[in-house]
């Protein structure tokens, strides 16, 4: 009897009281069981990530910038953190996007005077035109929306399409600076740019069908400015709607700039049908 205490002793050390049945082995094993779905759902996003940026043509060092550029103000838990959403990178991208695509006319059309570039600009910049880009990336299931969001169905996510493209613009601008953000619309814009255009509508037309549109009366013009001599005269014009920041315009006629300042207020407001949608 004696010399079999040994072996039960021993049995019990090598198997039979294995470390799962040790009371001290189990708040760790609850430690990795609860850590096993957050590894998961770490390894999802990471993957997930990588395949937009693979589409965008930019590895984020912050990721957290590409997760707010698809993040629609409605997935938000709380509405005063309206800066966790794309809005304030949409701001940022689209005043980038409008220099870069400015900086491509400038260069590409070296011939053209400045009430040319402003049309090929505002065709460019506008909603249309970004959304058209993020479709062609795949970027619609990226979009992260709330129960507001999502209840209001594909109507929404189209509207936000361009605006979720001009955050990503802003946000490959905050991660890479310019030269990451001119490649990303260089190699999303410069096919769009040499495209034979249609005919454009007058821009001053289309502003004012817009404005009547929105219940605004009919836009105004003044001359802000006369510069250079009698025979060869620029004229700087200003329009102006009410609630709107008046935009400007410079041409060798008051016409030639009215127009400019209508085609820039276009652009700005991301008014459709101020180009080749004629």
Known sequence: MNDDTPDIQTAELAGLATPDDDPKAAPARKKRARGSPKNASKAANKAANAA?????????????????????????????????SYQRLEFLGDHVLGLIVSDMLYRSFPNADEGELSKRLADLVRKESCADVAKSLGLLDDIKLGAVGAGAGARLRKSVLGDVCEAVIGAIFLDGGYTAAAGFVERNWTERMHKPRRPLRDPKTVLQEWAQGKGLPTPVYREVERTGPHHDPQFR??????????????????????????????????????????
């Open 52 to 84: 937009i940026e693979a589409r965008i043509g930019h590895s984020f060092a912050d990721s957290t910038l590409l997760a707010t550029a698809f993040t629609h103000v409605s997935a938000l838990k709380s509405a005063r953190k309206r800066g966790d």
């Open 237 to 278: 014009v200003a329009v102006d709607l009410p609630g709107l920041e008046p935009a400007e315009g410079v041409g060798g006629s008051k016409r030639a700039a009215e127009k400019v300042a209508a085609s820039v207020m276009i652009a700005r407001e991301g008014v459709s049908g101020g180009s080749n949608d004629g």
